[in-house]
């Protein structure tokens, strides 16, 4: 498999996990190429070419020797969902690792069903790329099938990029569809491009892209807490760029 | 019941359900009186003297009058275990609201089980407190007894405040206890005092509050992230002070 990053230790920086102590396993490979991708390194097929290809033992030890002691271990990308991944997290399991996956949701897999967590993240208007509604409710339906029997239903959740009105109305339709799911809303990062140079660096200073970031969740969030469709929504900035900027590897 | 202010809507800034929509009810007095305390004119008894007197149904009139939508209220202080506030939760349930609850955990209430959420946050060594055992490990066990039966485990957790290793060794020893209680460490504000004058507001620039956050949470992430005793633990910095810094009724 396509392994463009492993890195760690540093802490999960969206959705449920938020805060929490995590190791990163970042495959390349995307289905999509959105817009404002900030890892267009994991996504552009030339630079995903360049990719480690590393099998499940080689993937497992890695991460286990990354200093700290995190349980969990986010398997990213791209979209993770284009390999099959059930050894992977089979043996993580093994090591007493816990496996929280990452995916746009528009490439069902049954080993999704052995993971410890799924963020869900359908891509809004901004991403320039088209939301297909059929294609989203079918892996919902199969991911919702194992709710029932789950202890805890935070195990999956959604959380949708919100840079404009046009992904906010896109944000608010999900939610209404999946009203059961705990929601995220995420303020956009203008951090990275799959237009253009993909190998941009963000130059501006730290502080310039924590005002940008706040400046984005401060908009984001007056409009959640008086909108009654958002009343169960949770507002994030992405603390991983609060802390360190857009730095790759964090 | 002396009230401080009633406010919204806004956002939860911290634990389990930062970022989400909610309007708070700030309860005055204390048996608490913390150094670094950000709320000293709901703990001062003078200042707390001036607080205006509200019974359960002026409260919840004030609440439902606040704009917006939210589903969660906030009651916090002060303490606002001294109070007796049954009637104003089972009032809050007619109206299909819900009630969270901030305490430190030194007085018990039977009340506390009517609560949707309840915030246990023992304070560490910077306040200048000393921690009594006996009396948070009674309140913890109380609660506690409630567990089994509800359906989500999430419905109590524990947040502390780090402002340096003391601080530090303080939640590591609290976290241990209850390691089975989800576990918040929130970065310490410089925001307030009980010392000196309480009602000084805090001059700095927005940019200087936030850096300055920021760069506390940099430690405790720092630590957190490779610690075996934290990696359950959940990093978070107050997300009402990245957005807004300071301000009072926020």
């Given at each position: 498999m396509p392994v463009v990053e492993i890195f760690g230790?540093?802490?999960?920086?969206?959705?449920?996990?938020?805060?929490r102590p995590c190791n990163f396993i970042r495959f390349g490979g995307c289905d999509f190429k959105c817009?404002?991708?900030?890892t267009p390194f994991a996504v552009l097929p030339h630079l995903v070419r360049q990719a480690k290809r590393m099998d499940t033992h080689e993937i497992v030890d890695a991460v286990v020797r990354v200093p700290g002691s995190a349980e969990w271990v986010i398997l990213t990308g791209?979209?993770?969902?284009?390999?099959?991944?059930s050894p992977l997290i089979t043996r993580l399991h093994t090591y007493s690792l816990k496996a929280s996956v990452e995916t746009q949701g528009t490439r069902w897999k049954?080993?999704?069903?052995?993971?410890?967590r799924v963020c869900v993240s359908p891509k809004g208007p901004s991403s320039g790329m088209k939301f297909n509604e059929e294609e989203f409710s079918d892996f919902m339906a199969r991911l919702q099938s194992?709710?029932?029997?789950?202890?805890?239903?935070?195990?999956r959740f959604l959380k949708v990029v919100v840079f404009d009105q046009a992904d906010y109305e896109f944000a608010q339709q999900i939610h209404q569809w999946y009203h059961n799911v705990p929601f995220f809303l995420s303020a956009g990062n203008d951090?990275?491009?799959?237009?253009?140079?993909?190998?941009?660096?963000?130059?501006?200073s730290l502080g310039a892209v924590r005002t940008d970031l706040l400046n984005k969740a401060l908009w984001l969030t007056n409009r959640v807490m008086v909108d009654p469709l958002m009343k169960d929504a949770i507002v994030q900035t992405q603390q991983h760029v609060m802390l360190w900027g857009n730095e790759r590897g964090r």
């Open positions: 230790p540093t802490i999960q920086g969206e959705g449920i996990d938020q805060g817009e404002w991708c900030d791209g979209n993770p969902c284009l390999h099959q991944l049954s080993w999704l069903l052995q993971a410890d194992e709710v029932n029997w789950r202890a805890n239903d935070n195990w951090a990275g491009s799959t237009v253009g140079d993909p190998n941009r660096v963000d130059e501006r």
